[in-house]
């Protein structure tokens, strides 16, 4: 299978703990993106990559929240000190067509609970 | 700021023709686009309008007027699998790359 994975599925933690998630995108896509979604609401956008490079992060963002693409392939989201407020499916999405006509291949998602 | 108005749910009958409606508010624009996303699983693309009027794809048709800020997405000849949340989304003035979506609205659709 050749579409966006995502790496766990599912998460359990406790609060105050760092968790790291990873997603790989499909092999020729070069602009990935991380979002988090929230029951019974869309997707909200939080970074997004072009190859290696970080180009856009969200405002609403938490130092807390990093994410990674080192080599321009799959990319990690670190969480610190996690809250009960960041429960929540992160999923990730890639794409290789720029522009406005752009379709985002998404992940599977991993599921967060902060206990 | 920017914002995404859809009913949060819609009822229909298998068989039958469904609007689905979209407004939204931005300060740039850069298109309409369209997700399809069951229960538990991931949003997938369904179609996107950059110009106005309307698109079809199969059983899926999305329209888009510019002037009145306003898209639809319409389904015929439904199936009961296409019972899932269908969620509009644009690009973000804050960044061209941010695609801002709506709440979603979720389609029941009964025998």
């Known amino acids: 299978d050749t579409g966006v994975s995502q790496n766990p599925r599912h998460k359990i933690t406790k609060r105050g703990q760092n968790v790291t998630f990873r997603c790989d995108p499909i092999?020729?896509?070069?602009?990935l993106y991380w979002y988090r979604q929230t029951l019974g609401q869309g997707p909200e956008f939080l970074t997004y990559f072009q190859n290696e490079a970080q180009l856009e992060k969200s405002r609403l963002l938490s130092d807390r929240f990093s994410a990674e693409r080192p080599k321009g392939s799959f990319s990690t989201l670190e969480i610190q000190r996690t809250e009960q407020g960041d429960s929540a499916m992160y999923l990730c999405a890639s794409s290789t067509r720029p522009g406005g006509q752009e379709t985002q291949y998404f992940g599977p998602g991993t599921r967060l609970l902060v206990l | 700021g920017q914002s995404l108005e859809q009913p949060s749910e819609v009822t229909a009958v298998e068989g039958a023709i469904v609007q689905i409606n979209c407004t939204y508010q931005?300060?740039?624009?850069?298109?309409l686009s369209w997700y399809q996303q069951h229960d538990g699983g991931a949003p997938t693309f369904l179609s996107y309008n950059a110009l106005d009027g309307l698109e079809e794809t199969g059983r899926f048709s999305s329209f888009l007027s510019r002037s009145d800020s306003y898209g639809y997405l319409l389904l015929q000849e439904l199936q009961m699998k296409d019972s899932a949340s269908y969620f509009c989304a644009v690009r973000g003035s804050g960044g061209k790359n941010q695609l801002i979506w709506g709440a979603g609205t979720k389609l029941i659709i009964k025998p």
């Open positions: 931005t300060s740039g624009f850069y298109g």
């Open positions: 092999s020729e896509h070069n602009r």
